[in-house]
Structure formats: C-alpha cells, structure tokens
C-alpha cells in the first residue's frame, strides 16, 4: 500500500487519484500541512529591545560557528580561488 492525496470535502475523505486497497483496510488520516500561512508576519516579530538582543546574539553564535570551521572555507581570503577542488 501507499500513501496518496485526498481532499475532505461534505464530511467525506475524497481521494485524489484511484486506490487498491483491501476492503477494510485501516488508515490514519491526518491534516496536511496548509499551503497558506508559514512563519511570521513581520508585524508578528517582537520588537523590544530583549527580543532583539536575544536574536542578534543568536545570529552571531551561529554566523561564529560557521565561520571558524575551516572546513567551510572554500576561497581562500589572499586570492579568491578554491582552497580545494570540487
């Protein structure tokens, strides 16, 4: 058996395309995830001053993990050409 697409529509699942499954099969039915809304709105993001603390020291901690692994590097700074070859 595989996963397919369906759609709930008049308190009924609808499926998308032709299914071969046994009569009686069980299913697990669970809503997708919405193709609408994902993230937040800029209105949405806190804006005082410990909220943006918070994120910049986040952003830099990242942005200094990354850059001191030299195993990232890829140009070197003197010349601009590949440390290594891809």
């Given at each position: 058996m595989h996963a397919i697409k369906a759609t709930w529509t008049n308190g009924q699942i609808l499926p998308l395309e032709p299914v071969d499954w046994?009569?009686?099969?069980e299913l697990l039915v669970e809503p997708a995830a919405s193709?609408?809304?994902?993230?937040?709105?800029?209105?949405?993001?806190?804006?005082d001053?410990?909220?943006?603390?918070?994120w910049t020291a986040a952003v830099?901690?990242?942005w200094e993990d990354d850059l001191s692994d030299s195993r990232q590097d890829i140009y070197t700074l003197a010349d601009g050409e590949p440390v290594?070859?891809?």
């Amino acid at each position: 058996m595989h996963a397919i697409k369906a759609t709930w529509t008049n308190g009924q699942i609808l499926p998308l395309e032709p299914v071969d499954w046994p009569e009686g099969s069980e299913l697990l039915v669970e809503p997708a995830a919405s193709a609408g809304k994902t993230g937040m709105n800029e209105s949405d993001w806190p804006d005082d001053s410990e909220s943006v603390a918070a994120w910049t020291a986040a952003v830099a901690q990242e942005w200094e993990d990354d850059l001191s692994d030299s195993r990232q590097d890829i140009y070197t700074l003197a010349d601009g050409e590949p440390v290594r070859e891809t």
